[in-house]
């Protein structure tokens, strides 16, 4: 679905921190409107505890910056503003001036679904810095989020072992929005199917859904509930187990299941959504497998996660797929991404070369990294990742292949001898998209390829490895003499 389809794109530019707004103005009556700005969007650890995440929302930036316009009603609305100390918050010739605005921007980014690592750029932007200023929060929303959600989905994805993952989190998500975000990011992170109806008409992702405990509670009796459910939907008959007794539940579906064999048909699966998931379904295998039953597959669902789902196979348990709602929806335990978008360069009017930028801030740890970036990836002999350098072309040495860690100046790392490949890609170029939008199909394979080439040790969820991302020798020395002629 297009963001224009959801929202005016009037909404689109009012969807902002007001300081971007504060700030533009700031540029514009300070004569900066053509000075441009480099900005990236990064983040400083990885969600989860984890080793990586999955780039994902950057299939919606182009459409963002196409759509980004200040019609009458938001000229009005910024007009009607009050400034705290008194008068109109913003002067009239700058509210002219966004009546004609349109974005100019250029951006390269990550491709979704591939895996990103902390403090590399997720997205470079630059163009006009009133333009990149006005676009930071709508693009740090899109980014941040589906990012998160993603990642989430993908570790999910890697417990379950090939099972069928399905979203079911619309109920707890972050509003209709936010919904259509899980489900998006979901799919691309390696759910097999979205209970959200919406999000399947907008992204073409297969849906999915049976029937609720409420069902089972309309009718007198259970078997009832399951006669009736079978008699309506012979092609897609999932019967939930746990309303009253699951034990019954089992002799009941059983029941049922025969009659429909009875008539040509087959009980696709069943569904535990409550108690001991591991004993449960081993109860519920056997007894379906000496009824003569065994195509019958097993499902669970009840705030599922990642680990829960590892214990669960830990314990044999002999499930076929689950159910993740709240905790992929809401990304338990880790609510947000922490993504943030930093200037690392500025250039005046007509000048070809860049001022390299940074901040050095009162932690060592918020220190961003200067210049217009790029990130080159390092391949083993097997196509497997090994380490990322982030590369400033101005200052890069010739023919470097070693690169300095990107916390630690005293580590270092020699990737001789490997292949690489360029990470950002262009999406947009003043203003306008490049090439044609990219299916979320592509990008969903494109993540579960990431993952597979991705070292186990990186994966695994306990301590993982920590990926090296580092900077080329020649980045490494002009960050450290920026931040010593600051510090004086």
Not at 80 to 103: H, I
Not at 154 to 165: F, I, L, M, N, T
Not at 368 to 389: A, K, N, S
Not at 453 to 476: K, S, T, W
């Amino acid at each position: 679905m297009a963001l224009t389809d959801q929202t005016k794109p009037t909404d689109v530019a009012l969807n902002t921190d007001l300081y971007e707004l504060t700030m533009a103005q700031g540029f514009w009556e300070s004569g900066l409107i053509d000075v441009e700005g480099c900005f990236n969007v990064f983040f400083r650890d990885a969600p989860f505890d984890g080793g990586y995440a999955i780039a994902c929302g950057m299939g919606q930036v182009a459409e963002l910056v196409e759509s980004f316009h200040f019609d009458e009603e938001s000229i009005a609305y910024l007009a009607s503003l009050q400034a705290p100390g008194g008068g109109p918050m913003f002067k009239q010739g700058f509210l002219d001036y966004l009546r004609d605005f349109r974005m100019r921007v250029s951006i390269s980014a990550i491709p979704e679904g591939e895996v990103v690592f902390a403090r590399e750029p997720m997205v470079r932007v630059t163009g006009p810095v009133i333009d990149c200023q006005l676009l930071e929060t709508a693009l740090l929303n899109l980014v941040n989020f589906q990012t998160l959600v993603a990642t989430k989905t993908a570790r999910v994805v890697y417990a379950a072992e090939g099972h069928p993952v399905s979203d079911f989190g619309l109920r707890r998500a972050q509003g209709p929005d936010g919904g259509l975000a899980v489900a998006r990011a979901s799919y691309i992170g390696g759910a097999t199917n979205t209970s959200n109806v919406l999000a399947g008409r907008i992204y073409g992702i297969p849906v999915f859904g049976t029937h609720a405990h409420s069902w089972v509670m309309a009718f007198p009796t259970e078997v009832d509930a399951f006669r009736a459910f079978a008699a309506s939907s012979p092609k897609n008959c999932v019967f939930l187990l746990d309303t009253y007794d699951v034990h019954q539940g089992i002799k009941n579906a059983i029941t049922v299941a025969k009659e429909m064999e009875a008539r040509g048909e087959r009980l696709a699966a069943i569904r535990i959504d409550s108690g001991d998931l591991a004993k449960l379904s081993k109860e519920t295998r056997k007894a379906f497998d000496e009824a003569g039953l065994p195509y019958v597959k097993i499902s669970v669902s009840n705030d599922l996660d990642e680990y829960t789902i590892q214990s669960l196979f830990a314990q044999g348990a002999p499930i076929d797929s689950f159910g993740v709602g709240t905790k992929l929806a809401t990304c338990d335990p880790q609510p947000s991404l922490g993504g943030v978008y930093k200037l690392s360069a500025t250039r005046a009017s007509g000048e070809e070369s860049w001022r390299p930028v940074m901040k050095l801030s009162e932690q060592f740890y918020k220190r961003t990294i200067p210049g217009v970036q790029h990130i080159r990836r390092y391949y083993d002999e097997v196509g497997c990742p090994i380490g990322d350098m982030i590369v400033v072309d101005d200052v890069a040495r010739e023919g470097s292949t070693k690169m300095v860690d990107v916390l630690d100046p005293l580590a270092t790392y020699d990737l001789s001898g490997r292949d690489y490949a360029e990470m950002l890609v262009p999406l947009v170029k003043d203003g306008e998209r490049v090439g044609e939008p990219e299916v979320i199909q592509t990008a969903k394979a494109r993540c579960r390829d990431a993952v597979m080439h991705l070292d186990p040790a990186i994966r695994r969820f306990l301590n993982p490895q920590v990926y090296p991302v580092g900077l080329e020798p020649g980045l490494a020395e002009l960050r450290q003499n920026l931040a010593l002629a600051e510090l004086g």
